[in-house]
């Protein structure tokens, strides 16, 4: 697939952040899209910012509360899922690269639960599925950028880059770094996939390259949902490290012009996973007790 991923000027698109193996956010976030698919007579998309894969393989009784609500690792099998959801809704269904991806097609090898997180992946899945797991990998995109004026890729907005096609040249191959602290001194491979924050400078040069207004990612947990930085930077947290009143997903319409991310109201565009779960403050119907 192409390195940047250009989004259609009219639908309603439903963007999910870092299920991290999650198969119960996975097919809630699918059972909000069919449901989107449905209400808008078919001009509906979704797309993943990444980080699809690489779960926790802690025991319910190991579980620490700082990674949210208990489930067990099923990367193999979200991946799995999301392309035959994808096969079965041509062109309306993507995903972005994320750094966890990145270690199965080349990148540097993540740690955050297992020494090798690549390696015990594709342990478990075996040759052939670890070759359509790749397959698969190969097919998402560095960056999605739309006319509505939302921006997306799996982390900050740091990488300095002039223009889109400086996305569009990125190497992906990085085999001669041995760690992300190696990979995050590239200037747009790195920073895309591992910057955890990004100045206002950084972001609005990044936005003026690829003539957005404003940028949406994940990567990092907010505990709360959602946080905006400044006026041109909002991270997203659907699914890993949160409690399910907190995960927040995001609709947008594509026609219309969002001007920064305070555009992006909660109810309308921040909208929270589990509405029964959510707090008001998230949009949802759940009472403080």
Sequence with gaps: ?????????RGRLLVCTDLQ????DYLRFVEL?????????????????????????IDPEDWPDFLGEFYRDASGEVMIAFSELAARYPGKVHALLG???HGHIGGPHTAKF???????LEHILGPAATARMRGIIHTFSLAAVSKCGAVFIHGAPAAQIDSVADLEAADLSCREFASPLDVLDTPVVGKVLWARSATTAEARRFLKATAGTMVIYGHD???????CVGDE??????????????KVYVSLDLAAKYRNVHDLRVGRELLPMYPDKAPARLGGTARAS
């Design 33 to 57: 899209f069919e449901q989107a698919l449905h209400d808008q007579h078919g001009e509906a998309y979704a797309l993943f910012t990444g980080d699809l894969i690489h779960g926790p393989h």
């Design 114 to 120: 297992a020494a090798d997180e690549v390696a015990l």
């Design 221 to 227: 947990v907010i505990p709360e949902g959602y946080e």
């Design 21 to 24: 193996g999650c198969m119960r």
């Design 233 to 246: 930077q909002i991270v997203v947290s659907t699914s890993f490290g949160l409690i399910d009143a907190n």
């Design 99 to 101: 750094n966890h991806e």
């Design 1 to 9: 697939m192409a390195r940047v991923l250009r989004l259609p000027d």
